[in-house]
C-alpha cells in the first residue's frame, strides 16, 4: 500500500521540499528558486526520491504550496503537481502556505504570517474549538502593505496569536495528512491575492 508524499514549496525565494517515507520526514532547501524554481524542483525531486529509491508512480499524494506568493513559483509547482497527478494517478493536495502554518502551530487561534514583497505581510486568522484540534479559518487570506502592518498587527494581537515565520515541509505534512486521513482533497487551486506582474510596476 502506498505511504509517501512528497512536499513541494516552490512559492518563495527558496524552493523547500520534503519527503515522508517509512514514519520519516526528510527534508531540504535549494536557495534560489526565485530564479530558477524549475531546475531546483527537479534537483530536489533527485535528491528525496533517488536516495530512497521511489519513483513519483509510488507516491500515495504530491502535496504543493498553493501560495501565497511569487505568481510564478505558484505556477510551477501547482502545473508540476497537476501533470504529475494525471500522468502517474497521484493524488495531488494545494494546501496554501498559511494554512499549513495554521497546522503545523500549536495554540487555540493562531494567525499565520508571511513575509511578502518589500515588507508586505500576507496573513490569515484561524480558531481552534475546544473538543476539534483542527484550526478554521476566520476569513480569507489578506495582504497589507509594509507601512501599514504595525497598525494591523496590533489590532491581530488582541484576538489571535500571530505566528510570524516561513512554513516547513513539517507544516504541510501535519496538514496533508490531516486531509488524507478524513478522505478529503482539497480544492486544487492557486492563491493569488496580487494580480500577476505587481512587482514590477
Not at 24 to 50: P, V
Not at 69 to 87: D, K, L, N, P, S
Request: proline letters at 5%.
Amino acid at each position: 500500500m502506498k505511504s509517501s508524499i512528497l512536499i513541494l514549496d516552490t512559492v518563495g525565494e527558496n524552493l523547500k521540499a520534503g519527503l515522508f517515507d517509512r514514519g520519516k520526514l526528510k527534508t531540504l532547501c535549494l536557495r534560489g528558486a526565485d530564479n530558477s524554481g524549475e531546475t531546483l524542483l527537479f534537483k530536489a525531486l533527485d535528491r528525496l526520491l533517488l536516495g530512497a529509491k521511489l519513483n513519483l508512480s509510488d507516491l500515495k499524494a504530491l502535496v504543493v504550496s498553493s501560495g501565497p506568493g511569487r505568481f510564478t513559483g505558484i505556477r510551477i509547482g501547482m502545473t508540476f503537481a497537476a501533470v504529475v497527478e494525471a500522468q502517474a494517478r497521484v493524488s495531488a493536495l494545494a494546501i496554501s502556505s498559511l494554512e499549513a502554518l495554521a497546522f503545523g502551530t500549536e495554540g487555540k487561534n493562531p494567525c499565520p504570517v508571511l513575509s511578502g514583497y518589500r515588507g508586505e505581510r500576507y496573513y490569515q486568522p484561524f480558531r481552534r474549538k475546544a473538543l476539534d484540534l483542527t484550526p478554521k479559518p476566520v476569513s480569507d487570506p489578506s495582504w497589507v502593505l509594509a507601512e501599514n502592518w504595525a497598525r494591523e498587527k496590533n489590532d491581530l494581537k488582541a484576538d489571535f496569536d500571530l505566528v510570524e515565520r516561513e512554513a516547513q515541509p513539517a507544516d504541510f505534512l501535519k496538514a496533508a495528512l490531516f486531509y488524507l486521513s478524513q478522505n478529503q482533497i482539497p480544492k486544487f487551486e492557486p492563491l493569488y491575492l496580487k494580480a500577476a506582474g505587481y512587482e514590477r510596476k
